[in-house]
Structures are given as structure tokens and as C-alpha cells.
């Protein structure tokens, strides 16, 4: 089975950027859309940002909202996230997977292995 791929993550300051990456997701998923979760030890994975692939109109969670943008590549089956302004809290690992719902994160499946981002002070 396919699992989607994601990169990008590493160790960056506060104040900092980080843009990830994940493909291959409109060849995986048969659904529009997509979006990007983190989940830190502890705690329940939360979704992050989440787009309509096909208008390309998007959402991001209020704490993100004015740091990141969630775009995509039709082209190259690829999802991104820009990460600006990065802060501590934003510490966690992310993923991307389909999106239908913020409720329905457990129900989803094929997860990939995620990217860490860790954010110092």
C-alpha cells in the first residue's frame, strides 16, 4: 500500500521557516480534500491546515493562521505547508492525509511517518 510521503522537518529557532512536502496524496486518496495534522507526545494528532484541491481554497486552525499557507502542486501530486514565524509550541510531528473532518481524525488510515519540526527558544 501507498503511503504518502512527507519531508521537510528538522531543528529551526523561533522566529524561523520551514517549508514541508508531502506526495504522493490525489494518487492515494480518492478525495479532494487534504490536509496537514501534528501531533506532539501526549496528545491527540490535530489537523493543522486543510485545502480543496481543486479550488485550491483553504483553512488553517487560528494558532497557525496568520505563520502558515497550505498550497499544493497538481502537477506533482504534492501538498506543501510554509511555515513562518515558526514558535515553540508548533514542535511536533506533522502529517498529511486526507481530510473529512476535524472530528473524524481517528477514522483515518495510511498514515505515513511523518516529519519532525522542533522549534527552539
Known amino acids: 500500500q501507498v503511503q504518502p510521503a512527507e519531508s521537510g522537518g528538522g531543528l529551526v529557532q523561533a522566529g524561523g521557516s520551514l517549508r514541508l512536502s508531502c506526495t504522493p496524496l490525489?494518487?492515494?486518496?480518492?478525495?479532494?480534500?487534504m490536509a496537514w495534522y501534528r501531533r506532539t507526545p501526549g496528545k491527540e494528532r490535530e489537523v493543522v491546515a486543510a485545502?480543496?484541491?481543486?479550488?485550491?481554497?483553504?483553512h488553517l486552525v487560528d494558532s497557525v493562521k496568520s505563520r502558515f499557507t497550505i498550497f499544493r502542486d497538481d502537477a506533482k501530486d504534492t501538498m506543501y505547508l510554509q511555515m513562518n514565524s515558526l514558535k515553540p509550541e508548533d514542535t511536533a510531528n506533522y502529517y498529511c492525509?486526507?481530510?473529512?473532518?476535524?472530528?473524524?481524525?481517528?477514522?483515518?488510515?495510511?498514515w505515513g511517518q511523518g516529519t519532525t519540526v522542533t522549534v527552539s527558544s
Open positions: 492525509n486526507e481530510f473529512k473532518g476535524a472530528l473524524d481524525i481517528a477514522e483515518l488510515t495510511n
Open positions: 490525489r494518487r492515494i486518496f480518492n478525495n479532494y480534500e
Open positions: 485545502i480543496d484541491w481543486r479550488s485550491g481554497r483553504s
